[in-house]
């Protein structure tokens, strides 16, 4: 027997319906937010997928063996595809432009839980305003898709950061360039101070207690507090912004979900400015999704210098989630009616209502001259609402018997009534 | 600047708009016949995607580039992976199982007019009934998948043909067995048996005239006189086959959407019974949609034999077709409501509002501190159908501004009736 490839999935018509519940109701929730939805190719020239990265990118993607010249990849996100076609039309588009994407993507790994070969993921992104009232409806977005899925303020939680701010301190330490990185990639990888390890992890790099001690203190900092700080201008233009950031979202109803935190820096990659993150407010798995400003983006891919942001959330990981808080939907896939034949006289009559049915509803039909009774038996088991039984003796009334499939009871109808 | 890999296409938003909605009404359509949604993942092992035609498929698809030992391609089709799906659950699935797909697959070609290296296709499968029943559902459904497009029998027709009937036909002219398949391939090429060409090419294979007479005589019958002819029990098989799915055709009136042409033969791929194809009218244009019955497919793919039919519409030549006929929807893109501000000062009013009309509406509000006229330009842009102007007077009375961004009238509303 031939299986699926590690880590792909197959969606039957129940997993698929749950996630069609659920991109529906993401759709719907972003579109309010006034984006619209594009989709990029599957895969795209190499020099496009590794422009940010370089060549190191090629062992974390699946690409494509080469028949004649072209070097190509599968896309691992949709931030760098929808750059390249925002290119193309920046100069016609009245800005923002804002689109998004809700597809699927794909990265070479070795499966593990949480994280896939291939997954959907939603990607929001905005191009062409850098003001805080964008940041603000960045973050007003993500919290509004989860919160429309069913999620509270009691399930997950948005942390905030600024790259300015966290750049510019790590940077104020004064520890030389080579440092720079080594803290930023260890502050990246914890969420609190409070750990041991994550003094011993400083330490290590080659910091002194008293350098340790500076940048334990700076990370235990309230938002409220950071304005007594010494800051230069870059750690003060970061400070500024999420301080209105965090205004608007108290004002506008939305502090219970976000909070700041000066950990997150969304790794080594293209942020500028607002970066945040979602998690479950009980730790249980990885990050449901990350965001925030990237103003360089749309230079590196041969733009012109505009400021862009987004997010993305990816569908296993919030899966994950909404399974754990019971916010999984449940998918009615059954068709509204079965039309079964008692006898194979009343057949062409029995396609003839069921194709009058499909005007208005969905509607399966027995196809292979089974017995009424196994005709009964398969319209439950694919879980018809509906089972409307044809009879030679109830038509010659114009009539026929409708079965409640729930409760089992049965009652004649007006044939003209029921094809009404 | 970076270009998309050629043979694929970047879908903006008006695009991928208008594919939506051809997609809803296909999904609609499919949904009221009793089918079920699933997907498979993008890429398969090698050995399914080759179970069928061997080695020689590698240089017509995409395969990835070995980074273990595993030998992955892209699909190219859905019936495939659908087969392998349907293996992993038959012994506990209720007959018939009813499934489609619409998603994207990929060939590896030279691009040309009708034919793209990455497109979507809507596959529809059935497992489990070899019943005229189930032959006359699916070509049904694929009458009423491009009549729900706004498409009429003017418009599009289907041919149809029964390969027992061909195949029988062809080897019962004993010109040896390594003749059929030569004349098999013959008669695929073309539509009609009036050209010149059609009797020059089966010269060519070898055949005497008088054979050739006896081929071309055969391949202008009409339905209604092939009972006159001599058949052998497979031939009569197809023959009883077509005149049943002719008959309910006709009772459930949809003669004018098809023809019996005995020169459908859909390649040498697996079919086994029906065969049929869909052209427009005009003959402009590659076959719209293909299917038949292919009852040792999933046997091919290690499950038990069952019978299996189905057909595919691919998305190119269909939005062809749409966009001749005039028929290829225009979207509607744009936000229902545009919230602008007059001043700073009701900025965040202005937030408030758009939040609340978002419970409701899609909804953009400005991002960038425009001037008014500047984001009433904006609005008209993106295309919003009404933009409410946030000022200090108005908001003192619980009043703002809306304009019909079409009439380009203004009116004061109360805050609350509009909130409502």
């Known amino acids: 027997m031939y299986q699926k490839v590690k880590g792909t999935r197959d969606f039957y018509p129940e997993e698929f319906g749950s996630r069609w519940q659920v991109f529906s109701s993401i759709r719907n929730t972003v579109k309010k937010f006034g984006f619209s939805e594009i989709e990029s190719p599957a895969f795209e020239s190499f020099d496009l997928l590794s422009a940010k990265q370089g060549e190191e990118i090629r062992s974390q993607i699946f690409t494509l063996e080469k028949q004649g010249k072209e070097d190509l990849g599968l896309r691992f996100d949709l931030t760098v595809p929808f ?20 597809s699927r993507m794909w990265r070479y790994e070795q499966p593990q839980k949480g994280r896939l070969r291939e997954f959907y993921q939603l990607s929001v992104e905005m191009y062409g305003t850098n ?27 948005i942390r905030i950061n600024n790259r300015k701010l966290l750049q510019g301190f790590i940077e104020s330490l004064k520890i030389g360039s080579k440092y720079v990185d080594s803290v930023f990639r260890v502050v990246d990888s914890y969420t609190k101070s409070s750990s041991e390890d994550f003094r011993k992890e400083l330490s290590e790099i080659g910091l002194d207690s008293k350098q340790v001690d500076y940048i334990v203190e700076f990370m235990t900092v309230k938002l409220e507090d950071l304005n007594e700080l010494e800051m230069d201008s870059v750690m003060r233009e970061g400070y500024t912004e999420l301080k209105g950031l965090f205004s608007m979202l108290e004002c506008l109803g939305m502090k219970d979900f976000v909070e700041f ?22 730790g249980k798995f990885r990050a449901i999704l990350g965001g925030g400003r990237y103003d360089n983006l749309v230079s590196l891919f041969g733009g012109q210098s505009t400021p862009a942001i987004g997010f993305a959330i990816g569908d296993v990981t919030l899966e994950l989630l909404l399974r754990d808080r019971e916010k999984w939907p449940k998918p009615s896939i059954g068709p509204e009616y079965f039309v079964a034949c008692v006898s194979d006289s009343v057949r062409m009559k029995a396609y003839e209502i069921a194709m009058k049915l499909r005007n208005k509803f969905s509607v399966d039909v027995d196809l292979s001259s089974r017995k009424l009774a196994k005709q009964l038996f398969y319209a439950n088991s694919i879980g018809a609402k509906w089972t ?3 009879g030679e003796d109830e038509l010659k009334e114009n009539k026929v018997v409708l079965r409640d499939m729930v409760l089992g009871t049965e009652h004649q109808k007006d044939l003209d009534e029921l094809l009404d």
Do not use: H
């Not at 750059?83 to 804002?98: D, L, N």
């Not at 409806?137 to 303020?153: H, R």
């Open 83 to 102: 750059a390249r076609m925002f290119t193309s039309v920046q100069m016609s588009s009245k800005k923002p432009v804002k689109w998004y994407g809700l």
């Open 131 to 157: 003001s805080i009232d964008s940041d603000f409806e960045t973050v007003a977005l993500a919290i509004s898709v989860l919160k429309d899925l069913g999620l509270t303020s009691d399930d997950f939680v």
């Open 261 to 282: 935190n000066p950990f997150i820096a969304r790794g080594l990659s293209y942020y500028t400015g607002l970066v945040f993150e979602c998690f479950d407010r009980q």
């Open 388 to 390: 409307v039984i044809v």
